[in-house]
């Protein structure tokens, strides 16, 4: 057996006993393999032993990455996406995980329009408050939904965010548990967005952000290590 398929058989496993603690159907989390780390041939393994999501955190390597794996797997982009690198990104992934001002939702709009695609984005969300993170704040959100409705070539499905470096659960659960309160009061105040989405969880935090309510946890060293 390789090391990636007990990696992933190991986290599976996890997921399911999480979800079994607090009443939640695994098949509700959405594993996306953050690919950071790993080389075209290691995702193509992966993929074959059933993730079949992956992110990047930059441009550069995700077009390196697609050149080779291409549309054999379904790509999302984590990372703070710069402008002039949003025409690279767009024709790619099914997710940008990382939209936190109007102005890169405007050239993503542009570029998806360019290219006759509804983009799927997630609105990052600095929950956290610190300084070293990228992320509209959280009194910004309704604005940002408000404004969004202009926009014809992309589709809001939910929220993204980085909890801190801790080990601390209580801390953790904060963070997370704002975010999935941030989306109930947007869905309620916005049902026609269809809100659903919260990206939150990585390999060491996954577990918490399961139990606050997380669809898509981003695991990168559990699964290539």
């Known amino acids: 057996m390789s090391d990636h398929k007990t990696n992933i058989e190991c986290l599976r496993q996890r997921i399911v006993s999480v979800c079994s603690r607090i009443s939640r159907n695994p098949e509700e989390i959405r594993i996306i393999a953050a690919s950071k780390y790993a080389d075209p041939g290691q995702i193509l393994e992966v993929s074959n032993l059933g993730i079949s999501e992956f992110g990047e955190n930059r441009a550069e390597e995700l077009k390196e990455k697609y050149e080779i794996v291409q549309d054999r797997v379904i790509w999302h982009f984590f990372g703070h996406l710069q402008t002039r690198k949003i025409r690279f990104v767009v024709p790619i992934v099914e997710y940008i995980h990382s939209i936190d001002s109007m102005h890169t939702l405007e050239k993503v709009n542009r570029e998806a329009f360019l290219i006759g695609k509804i983009q799927k984005i997630l609105m990052e969300v600095n929950v956290s408050g610190e300084t070293t993170k990228y992320g509209m704040q959280t009194d910004e959100v ?18 993204m965010t980085l909890a801190p470096l801790t080990d601390d659960r209580r801390i953790l659960s904060e963070v997370f548990s704002k975010l999935l309160e941030i989306l109930n009061k ?40």
């Open 186 to 225: 947007s869905k309620e105040k916005y049902p026609g967005l269809k809100l659903k989405e919260l990206s939150m969880g990585m390999s060491n935090d996954f577990e918490t952000a399961i139990e606050n309510g997380a669809t898509m946890v981003r695991i990168g060293s559990l699964i290539f290590k």
């Open 142 to 159: 309704e604005f940002f939904l408000q404004k969004s409705g202009n926009y014809n070539n992309i589709r809001i499905e939910g929220f």
